[in-house]
């Protein structure tokens, strides 16, 4: 079994951002020599997601609004956790949207239907955050 | 390591549905002569989900109210991506349900709670989609 | 590969509550001998959850608040599935938090970012269930 570790980092200048990592993890999946395994793509902060879904940007405003609607950023004294803090709705919103994804690897490739694509989504940006890639296989 | 690879079709005649697919899925665990390791079962399409719940006809009914109350279908005007689509609200649907489960295999099982089903949960059917059952382990 | 089990037991006696379970699981990865592989943590109740956030009162307590917001408890008659069963809402808030996490294992230990820890979601108490840690790697 072999085994590979790659962190992919982040720094947002907004708020709320989905930015598209298919292309680092199929590097990844490259870079490991994995042929038939499974990879983890998991964010290492409990504010931000990885996810998949549509490369469409009509959507990800819908996605903006939805969670925006779910689990509103303000009043912000409505949440205990804003205490110093201003990004209760970010663990919420991550809730939603999960922490991570487990892709398969076939004949050395990520294993998507036809319209999947990998996303990170960004709730509580404007520093530096990161997501951790892991493939385990052979 | 041992691998194992199977796509599961669906073609849903209404709009929404949840079928049980744990036959399907132990089917596979059996095929693929893996006694421990792990499978990971996904929908392949970004409006539908594989998720692990109940198999009961009146909570999947509850689902349905409640998910269409989260996000619902109409007006399907409030929704960007429905230019030429009508299915944003199951883009939606669908994170709430998850696109995946991860099980582990023992003993060349399924090791599932008591009442664990996997079901496939269809948001926009009434064409042909799929699952992918990827199978590692020894 | 090496693969490893065990079953992590609860009885809460509230019918909600979060409990942090990170140092069981990094125990269970101690006595897997496990040095890099994957492992799968996941509610075997599907009124129960299994994810990743913050260790703070004040979100959890958020986190209460939203979900019955999101998923009510009452009133009782609204849920179909409520016949001889007084649940539904659990089914549905453990929905959004999810059943399972799997996170990475990297020189022996857990794979964590800093802020992240594990946590059982119960949301059907006083009674006992439980929780399945597998384990896959070298």
Same mark, same amino acid.
């Given at each position: 079994?072999?085994?590979?570790?790659?962190?992919?980092?982040?720094?947002?200048?907004?708020?709320?951002?989905?930015?598209?990592?298919? !292309?680092?993890?199929?590097?990844?999946?490259?870079?490991?020599?994995?042929?038939?395994? @499974?990879?983890?793509?998991? /964010?290492?902060? #409990?504010?931000?997601?990885?996810? #998949?879904?549509?490369?469409?940007?009509?959507?990800?405003h819908d996605y903006d609004i939805w969670?925006e609607k779910?689990? !509103?950023?303000?009043?912000?004294? &409505?949440?205990?956790?804003? *205490?110093?803090?201003?990004? /209760?709705? /970010?663990?919420?919103?991550? &809730?939603?949207?999960?922490?991570? *994804? *487990?892709? /398969?690897?076939?004949?050395?490739? @990520?294993?998507?239907? !036809?319209?999947? &694509?990998?996303?990170?989504?960004?709730?509580?940006?404007?520093?530096?955050?990161? *997501? @951790?890639?892991?493939?385990?296989?052979?």
């Amino acid at each position: 079994m072999n085994s590979y570790r790659k962190e992919l980092w982040f720094n947002v200048p907004s708020r709320r951002a989905f930015i598209k990592i298919t !292309p680092d993890v199929e590097e990844c999946v490259k870079e490991s020599g994995v042929r038939e395994g @499974l990879v983890l793509c998991n /964010a290492m902060h #409990i504010t931000a997601s990885v996810f #998949i879904n549509d490369d469409e940007a009509g959507l990800h405003h819908d996605y903006d609004i939805w969670l925006e609607k779910l689990a !509103p950023h303000e009043p912000l004294s &409505q949440y205990r956790h804003n *205490v110093g803090e201003d990004n /209760a709705d /970010a663990h919420m919103k991550r &809730q939603i949207m999960g922490r991570e *994804v *487990v892709v /398969a690897i076939t004949n050395g490739k @990520l294993d998507l239907g !036809p319209w999947e &694509q990998i996303f990170y989504g960004e709730f509580d940006g404007r520093r530096k955050k990161r *997501v @951790l890639v892991k493939i385990i296989g052979e």
